[in-house]
């Protein structure tokens, strides 16, 4: 079955930029879709198609997604950004759904 | 978009069945597909099973001989049936509604609802 590995945690300042992957065997051949979960909240569809963002959420989210990586870029953080992430991809073949492991963010 | 609740029991026995209900408010069944993803203690997404307006399902390979995910008649919520639970099975579970189109992803999510598997 399919992998999505991303990084446990990622660190950043207030203010700078944020970057999390999500590896993938040929990943940029495949939609690549990113959710963000708050504590004691329900996940929330942040990115989608690679790029593309739901209405509501800031430009400041980006998403791009080539040969093995997917990536997840969060521009200016601050404080309310701190969650968990979690990347997501449906096999093409088996039309089965696949999580990454998530990757918390945490804002110093 | 619609919006979502999780119900059913909070509590249940080793070996017993799991069984919980997703209402859906602000559209019907009918024009939907539907999801089940689940969340253990401090860890992270796995999906479940989905299943298309049409009728079509899937399921997560671990899981398959073990899950059943119907529509009720009612056109107003589906279910999910988990048999032969362990404590591996605590979780929160999360009813979705699927957007399946040249990929599939999640676009509406319950609040949650936590299930814990003891005697």
């Known amino acids: 079955s399919y992998v999505l590995t991303q990084p446990p945690s990622v660190s950043v300042a207030p203010g700078k930029t944020a970057r999390i992957s999500c590896e993938g065997d040929s990943i940029g051949t495949k939609n690549v879709h990113w959710y963000q979960q708050k504590p004691g909240q329900a996940p929330l569809l942040v990115m989608y198609y690679d790029k593309d963002r739901p209405s509501g959420i800031p430009e400041r989210l980006s998403g791009s997604n080539s040969g093995n990586t997917a990536t997840l870029t969060i521009s200016r953080v601050d404080a309310g950004d701190e969650a968990d992430y979690y990347c997501?991809?449906?096999?093409?073949?088996?039309?089965?759904?696949?999580f990454g492991g998530g990757t918390t963010l945490t804002v110093l | 978009q619609v919006q979502l609740q999780e119900s059913g029991p909070g509590l249940v026995k080793p070996s017993e069945t799991l069984s919980l209900t997703c209402t859906v408010s602000g559209g019907s069944t009918d024009f939907f597909n539907w999801s089940w993803i689940r969340q253990p203690p401090g860890k992270g997404l796995e999906w479940i099973a989905y299943?298309?307006?049409?009728?079509?399902?899937n399921y997560n390979p671990s899981l398959r001989s073990r899950v059943t995910i119907s529509l009720d008649t009612s056109r107003t919520q589906f279910s999910l049936r988990l048999t032969s639970v362990t404590a591996a099975d605590t979780a929160t579970y999360y009813c979705?509604?699927?957007?399946?189109?040249?990929?599939?992803?999640?676009?509406?999510w319950g609040p949650g609802a936590l299930v814990t598997v003891s005697s």
């Open positions: 299943m298309f307006y049409s009728g079509t399902t």
């Open positions: 979705a509604s699927l957007y399946a189109g040249n990929s599939f992803y999640f676009d509406s």
């Open positions: 997501q991809v449906s096999d093409t073949t088996t039309d089965h759904v696949v």
